[in-house]
């Protein structure tokens, strides 16, 4: 099955500096990698999304790259706010299930 | 739009009780609904696959006959704790995800989760 591994666990920017978090897996019949936030407590919210035919996809400060090549894809904020903090994860699909990485805590200071 | 109703959001409740959560749509039909457990600090752990109209898909080491699935129409998906002990307790969530089409994969939308404490 597929294995989803996300790094770092944690990270502390300072605000307005850029945040990376990156993710690999292991299926490459895998096609389809979201990335959600989740703040302390509530639901786990779609924030950006790519899929296997498409290198990079940018929305205001957040993109998403994608090297199917290598099975790798990351989550780029820029100028990181405050309210950017929370738990990230990334997930891999294959058109069935959802499989997501551990989570990076990410910890913007004002 | 996608948006996902789960309720209840907290329980509290005895040992031995049975516990039944409900997963709701509300302007998409589901054909898949999937639900998770996530514990303190820790990822989503995928506990089954639920399909409209078929038997769910439980992942390894999850016991079907303690946590009922019932996905009986394309925006109701229930899980049922049954006889609940202080080892259930656990952030439960659920999702929903509209068919692949076209568009190919869709992706989940969450509902708010429930928080099951059993004394």
């Known amino acids: 099955g597929e294995n989803v591994e996300q790094h770092p666990s944690t990270l502390s920017v300072q605000e307005g500096d850029s945040a990376v978090i990156k993710c690999t897996y292991s299926?490459?019949?895998?096609?389809?990698f979201p990335w959600y936030k989740q703040e302390l407590g509530k639901r786990p919210q779609l924030i950006i999304d790519?899929?296997?035919?498409?290198g990079e996809k940018k929305d205001q400060r957040i993109a998403v790259t994608l090297n199917k090549t290598a099975k790798h894809f990351s989550l780029h904020i820029t100028e990181t706010q405050p309210e950017d903090s929370a738990v990230y994860f990334c997930?891999?699909?294959?058109?069935?299930?959802?499989?997501f990485g551990s989570g990076t805590k990410l910890n913007v200071k004002p | 739009g996608a948006v996902v109703s789960q309720h209840p959001s907290r329980v509290i409740c005895k040992s031995g009780t049975s516990v039944k959560i409900e997963c709701r749509s509300l302007d998409f039909q589901a054909t898949t609904m999937f639900w998770y457990r996530q514990f303190p600090k820790q990822s989503l752990m995928l506990m089954a696959t639920?399909?409209?109209?078929?038997?769910?898909?439980?992942e390894q080491g999850v016991e079907k006959d303690k946590f009922l699935i019932n996905h009986a129409s394309l925006t109701l998906s229930t899980l049922t704790v049954t006889s609940a002990h202080p080892e259930d307790s656990s952030f439960y969530i659920c999702?929903?995800?509209?068919?692949?089409?076209?568009?190919?994969?869709?992706?989940?939308?969450f509902g708010d989760g429930t928080r099951l404490s059993i004394l």
């Open positions: 997930a891999a699909s294959n058109f069935n299930k959802f499989y």
């Open positions: 999702s929903a995800r509209a068919p692949s089409g076209t568009l190919g994969n869709q992706p989940q939308h």
């Open positions: 790519i899929r296997s035919n498409v």
């Open positions: 299926d490459s019949a895998s096609n389809y």
């Open positions: 639920s399909n409209e109209g078929s038997k769910a898909t439980y």
